[in-house]
């Protein structure tokens, strides 16, 4: 043929550029281009577009002859399912493996191996559900993770190894694991039981925090959809839905290719975080976790006023929000992370290498109107007489205590934890770590921000410098997300 006549390098170029069904098509013309579409150099490029393979292996990870056969025996494995949601569930999975083998190794040996089409059906009839194929596939791929030793469950500061991750205020501390298939069956009948849901329920527990304060995510195996509980999930089974219920579709249809239930899309989700940094890994002590705190704007805001910068968020937490409720509604925890930048604190001119904190100002809103307006000494929101841990550690048994202000006013204080400080007037100089600060507030409507301003002085408080100075922080919203993790 004439098309022949222009080279094998030529050719493999055009071929490549096929879907492998066109080039299984294209071998069926002549001996030649049987060849050509035949070469393992071919086969290879496939395996790594469409099943991330860097080596000819089948789906149990067993070495195969070529890249070929490799991926006709990814096809055969998976045959049942619709082949674009393979390839979705394969991105996905490799994705998140290569982003925590990038920045949080210590997570990957917590991954398990894929289960099998009969384990799943094992689950199926244990619990009388059908899984929604995007979530069979999940587990297909990734049994879920390993999960901390019991020891380790029952200690404030356990593992912090989940894939989903989470945050600390107070002595709350959540942080959320996939869980494997096994750890289903067992927390979802226990936790039906608890609830007093039917036996009929098609409610799975597929992910928990496995600290000792507890974060339930459920997946609704009939109407695909993703749920977390609230503050009143042991009274009433209060949930919330995870996911836009307008992105779920045809979780049941193995010959729909569009289908997609809210546990692939709240992964997919996941992983868009982590690759854009929206969400990091933030080390508590000597240990380390994926932590939910925004890190980019417009969820974080940056605010540098005399050397002194400060950055805000806010995250949604569902465990503590009460949606019966008129005034708790909605329970949001912020970080607060400030430093001194390099040369120091500059007011007019002059350089200082230290300063110190020793007095705030909030305005919390709910839409446009101001919920709360705060002044307090130091970051605590208590003058002396500071409940400390052994470490340090300052914290506070309650939520919100009323208090008031400087006009005589009444306001609820919102007060929080220092991680890494055990004084409550920082003193910040350039070249240490960001200071961080959190704590929470419930909102009856979203929604609203937090903004205000720290006072600081030059020097320490000890051995001023110079006068106090006002530093800016900047608005930050506290939203209910769209998706909720």
Known sequence: MELEIVGALAIHTVLSKLSPRDVAMVACVSK???TYASENSLWSLICANELCLSSPQDSLGNLLPSFKEAYQAWREAFGMYPWSLVRRVIRFWSRIKSWLAANFPEAVPTLRKGVTEDEIKEL????KVKLPLPTRLVYRFCDGQELPSEECRGSMRGSLLGLIGGYTFYTHQVNVFLLPLKQVILETKDIIRHLGFSSQSKYLVVAASCTNDEKFFFLNCANGQLYVGTANLISDGEMIPCVPNGLISSVHDPKDSQQQDAMLLWLEEHVRRLEGGIIKVREEGKIRGINLFPEQPPQCSTAVTNGVQVRASA???PEASDLQSEYEKFMFSYSIRMCLLPPGCVIRGMSFGSCQLYWRHWIIRAHDNVESDVNGEAVIGKVG???????GECLLINFEKPTTNFNGQSCMETRGWLHNASDPFPLLSPG???FVY???TPLRSSPGSVEGSFTFVPGSLADP???AFRVEVARFPLQFP???F
Do not use: M
Request: some cysteine; proline content about 3%.
């Open 465 to 467: 410098k110079g006068g």
């Open 432 to 434: 240490d770590n960001e």
């Open 385 to 391: 007489g500071l409940p400390q841990t052994d470490q």
């Open 124 to 127: 199926e009839k244990s619990l």
């Open 438 to 440: 959190e704590s929470c």
């Open 32 to 34: 030649g281009f049987r």
């Open 315 to 317: 995250v949604f937490v």
């Open 482 to 484: 769209d998706y909720i």
